[in-house]
């Protein structure tokens, strides 16, 4: 199977369906671990990225949240929140077939708070310049959840 092929035919298999125009495959070597569509519009789930379904399924396949060993590939460069968790995952390589920029004349995305062009822009700002809502309410014992990880896990970044 031809993992770049299959990514493509997922992708338009779930736009006939009435879905969105994204799919994921990941590979160990020529075994297919796992693979999704985007399933946000028939779930009414905002994180039902094609990324994020097949990351779940390959962990849970291979017992590990680490996919150090696996190729993930990608009908479109990811998302911010796909590309956070295939960093989370640590796969070996990721391998996308067109950029934002190709297939923006055809499709957009934009939500409340962000646009895809201009999200890591808006990323970067500190968190009271966003425009999103935030509120910071501290309390002590949200610190002590760490700490009593620490105790009992400990973590070479503890102080």
């Not at 910071?136 to 700490?147: I, M």
Request: aromatic fraction near 10%.
């Amino acid at each position: 199977m031809d993992p770049i092929h299959r990514t493509i035919q997922l992708a338009e298999q779930n736009v006939e369906r009435g879905g969105r125009p994204f799919a994921c495959v990941i590979m160990k070597g020529d075994k297919l671990v796992a693979e999704s569509t985007n399933q946000a519009a028939q779930t009414d789930d905002p994180t039902a990225h094609a990324e994020i379904l097949a990351i779940r399924e390959a962990c849970q396949k291979e017992q590990t949240e680490h996919l150090t060993d696996c190729t993930i590939y990608i009908l479109a460069s990811p998302c911010p929140m796909c590309l956070g968790a295939i960093y989370y995952c640590s796969p070996e390589n990721v391998v996308y077939v067109v950029s934002r920029e190709e297939y923006e004349p055809f499709y957009r995305d934009d939500r409340k708070y962000f646009e895809l062009d201009n999200f890591y822009e808006e990323y970067c700002k500190p968190m009271d310049e966003r425009r999103l809502p935030v509120q910071k309410h501290f309390l002590q014992a949200g610190v002590d959840v760490y700490k009593q990880w620490n105790q009992k896990h400990g973590t070479k970044y503890a102080t």
